[in-house]
């Protein structure tokens, strides 16, 4: 009912930036939080950062300062701008929405994933 396609990932040196986005379509009515986890090799997945549909925002420790997350409400898009990268970013990194359906559900949704290495 509700697809999440991220792109923008890559190779990227340390101190380098990367720019994330994440469409979302389907039977969309309205969408609350969205958000960007990330996925390191043999660690759990863990908040990156979120927005509301408000967009206030929320970041993790370790990103703050460096990150920045934004959203298009026409586009049902999320976009993270990321600066300052450093080796330990190197994670898939994952949107997450929490929709409203077109049958009234609440449905939170994730996309694939994609892949940033920050590496020399």
């Known amino acids: 009912q509700v697809q999440l396609v991220e792109s923008g990932g890559g190779l990227v040196q340390p101190g380098g930036s990367l720019r994330l986005s994440c469409a979302a379509s389907?039977?969309?009515?309205?969408?609350?939080?969205m958000g960007w986890y990330r996925q390191a090799p043999g660690k759990e997945r863990e908040l990156v950062a979120a927005?509301?549909?408000?967009?206030?925002?929320n970041y993790a420790d370790p990103v703050k300062g460096r990150f920045t997350i934004s959203r298009d409400g026409a586009k049902n898009t999320v976009y993270l701008q990321m600066n300052s990268l450093k080796p330990e970013d190197t994670a898939v990194y994952y949107c997450?929405?929490?929709?409203?359906?077109?049958?009234?559900?609440?449905?939170?949704?994730w996309g694939q994933g994609t892949l940033v290495t920050v590496s020399s």
């Open positions: 389907g039977n969309i009515v309205s969408i609350n939080v």
């Open positions: 927005i509301g549909s408000g967009s206030a925002t």
């Open positions: 997450n929405a929490d929709t409203i359906v077109l049958s009234g559900r609440r449905l939170g949704v």
